[in-house]
């Protein structure tokens, strides 16, 4: 009987202790965004309302009259490289939560990151190229580095946003990612 209660306890202890480290794993790296209020004024964001939105798809509807973004991607697994810079901006607010969207989705498939910014905050989440019609899908990555600027601290919606991002990162499977550029949308 002894024996038993032994046996439950330390399976007890043992499964806490697991517990405890996944929780761990779930943890966010935060980092703080740096303001920069003369970005509207950057040479490259002034370039972006001189171009006309990229159109992804046949059926692709435009938000935007112009360019939203000019974000260079570079991918490089073993020795083949990769680069990508059709990328468009898109930016909602959902209670305290600012989502800004970088991505070239194209309803098959989709490159680019979720950046969240909150309370001088933000976070970044790469999505995940293999989706299904409609579907957002994120993969699992680790920053190298990451950087991103924006114009001011505060939104609203219907504010404008401009912004910076530099961001390195290893992506699942042994691909490093780098994707650094500008970007301005409106808060939807």
Same mark, same amino acid.
């Not at 499964?15 to 966010?28: A, H, P, R």
């Not at 992804?56 to 020795?79: C, F, G, P």
């Given at each position: ?42 040479? %490259? /964001? $002034?370039?972006?309302? *001189?171009?006309?939105?990229? !159109? ?8 935007? #009259? ?64 293999? %989706? /299904? $019609?409609?579907?957002? *899908?994120?993969?699992?990555? !680790? ?8 114009? #001011? ?36």
């Amino acid at each position: 009987m002894k024996q038993a209660l032994y046996f439950i306890f330390i399976l007890i202890f043992c499964l806490l202790i697991v517990s405890c480290k996944k929780e761990k794993k779930i943890q966010k790296n935060f980092e703080k965004f740096v303001v920069d209020e003369s970005l509207p004024q950057n040479d %490259t /964001i $002034k370039l972006l309302s *001189k171009y006309p939105e990229l !159109k992804l798809y046949r059926t692709d509807v435009n938000e935007s #009259k112009s360019r939203t973004a000019y974000i260079v991607q570079e991918s490089t697994i073993w020795n083949m490289s990769g680069k990508f810079d059709n990328y468009k901006c898109k930016a909602n607010l959902k209670d305290d939560t600012l989502n800004i969207s970088l991505n070239n989705n194209n309803k098959q498939s989709a490159n680019g990151v979720l950046v969240k910014v909150f309370n001088g905050s933000y976070f970044i989440k790469d999505y995940d190229p293999k %989706t /299904i $019609k409609g579907e957002e *899908k994120f993969i699992k990555s !680790k920053a190298i580095y990451q950087k991103l600027v924006l114009n #001011k601290k505060g939104h609203q919606k219907n504010d404008s946003i401009y912004g910076f991002i530099d961001y390195k990162c290893m992506v699942d499977g042994g691909v490093k990612k780098i994707f650094r550029g500008y970007f301005r949308t409106l808060i939807k």
